[in-house]
């Protein structure tokens, strides 16, 4: 199954896009999709306090995706 290999972030660091192991660059909001539908594994959905979406790695360690590497 298809997971995430690679992150891009924005200038105030925020996700905006992933590199998943086939090779495709994903917008945040299509991970969320896709790992809702039960495409990319290793991903999980968790609600903010604000009520909205949020995609987290499995990786109790890595939660956030912070020692992925940039896609660019």
């Not at 609600?47 to 660019?72: Q, R």
Request: glycine letters at 6%; hydrophobic letters at 30%; aromatic letters at 12%.
């Amino acid at each position: 199954m298809e997971h995430i290999i690679k992150v891009q972030r924005n200038y105030q660091g925020d996700i905006i896009s992933f590199e998943t192991s086939e090779g495709r660059i994903i917008s945040y909001l299509k991970a969320l999709m896709e790992t809702e539908n039960g495409k990319i594994e290793g991903t999980n959905i968790e609600w903010n306090h604000d009520g909205h979406a949020c995609l987290y790695n499995n990786d109790e360690n890595d939660k956030y995706f912070s020692n992925f590497p940039p896609i660019f």
